[in-house]
């Protein structure tokens, strides 16, 4: 073995502790099967730490050393993980209440700035102005959504200012 | 007749109006009247609002669900991503009264308030099980018969089943899709990595080499066990990714083919004599010929 690591149980129960109040209520039912990360498509692209070896890192009170790794930015949140788990731990949602974490310390890629600041302007992740595809396939140019409609943007907005998103800066 | 609040999400009316244009043509069509549920947003996608708080992420999604509920209406989505977002939103919020509470907190500063009435469905479910394949196949002006297609149902209608209104009897062996599509008159072959994930999501925003080896794997597998005529799918990131990623692989010269590639109700839609040039106009992957082929006057059936 390279390297030993060394468990801590206050940081392992601190790490447990701000994973299940972000989302992922199962993490501790968890026996380390491995029947998640093997239907996991993010693990089969080769993103190493999601499904089973996240947990385990959770679970070893490794939170702070994979604060930077991408592979939870590569879960695809479908779930297969979910449907197989023999212990209920929902994997995907341990997956996601990480991304919580890292996204509350901002460490997420740039990339995922647009999609915000779409959502906040526009009421829509992804948005182009579609005017001309759409009345060339006979349809009103301006679709029925919040894209163009300022009473439901202002309803969005609202909703993301008065949130933690809101108080992250990235609007 | 039947009635849905339509929810359109974001690709489908600024990436893929043609989709829409799909939806707007073969639900009336086939007995099931379509209401525009006006001011809805994104669902929010897994990237955003879901990737950073729960509460805030079930809010904007119960604001598009509501605007079902006020008009007494189930909510219909034709993107997948969509269905799994808000179905699980729906879920967090009813499995939690102190969520739902929280939620209607977060409402209340925009008027409006989640009582949970509306049901969640999925374009594939609504033409599976409302309208039904009997009625698809009266309908047809168009038969498919001869013809092979590839099916792609996409990850967010399969799983979590526990959490969706309309469910596979095994999610890893779907046959929702394949029945719609048989329902055309098509033979729609079993291929070995037909629940597979497409790629498309977060992994092609945040590694899409990685993205595209997956889709590779997929491809690939679709040509050489199949072969088919037409690939179809009833996810519109999945649609996207087929759509965009084949001429990649061409020009990188991974593949030395390409295959047309339909959201189902535009198949559906060209079946039922619709023009393609309002259900079927845009795409990367060349489909002029498969289209042309669909609606040549030896496939005309005669009523
Ligand atoms: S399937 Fe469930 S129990 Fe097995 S490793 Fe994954 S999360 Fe743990
Ligand atoms: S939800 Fe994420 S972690 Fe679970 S199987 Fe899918 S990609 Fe993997």
Redesign the pocket.
Known sequence: MSEYIKLESDKISEGVKTIMDLGGH?LL?????????AVCPGVKAGFPVL??ML?KKILDGQLEEIIEDSSSWGCQACNR?TE????????QE?VFAFRRYQANDLAFSTSAITSQMNLHAYGHAVFTDARELRAKVGLPPEAPTSAYNEKAQKEIQTLLDNSPMGELGIF | MQKYGMYLGCNIPFKAPDIEQSFRKVFPALGVELEDLQGASCCPAWGTAPSFDMDTWCAISSRNIVLAEEKELDLMTGCNSCFGVLSEAKHFIEDNPERKKRVNEKLQAIERRFEGSAGVYHVSHVLHEKVGTDRIRQGLTYSLEGLKAAIQPGCHVLWPSDVYQVKEKNPFFPTILKELTQALGAEVPHYSRLEYCCGMGGMRTTDVEKSLGLFTDKILSIKEEIDPDFIVTTCSSCFLQFDMSQPILKERGVIDFTIPVFYYTQVLALALGFDPSHVAAISQTPRDAVIAEIQSEKRKIQK
């Open positions: 199962g039912r968890c026996v380390q099967c491995g029947a998640c990360s499904c089973r947990i993980c197989v788990c023999p212990q209920g731990v929902r994997p341990v």
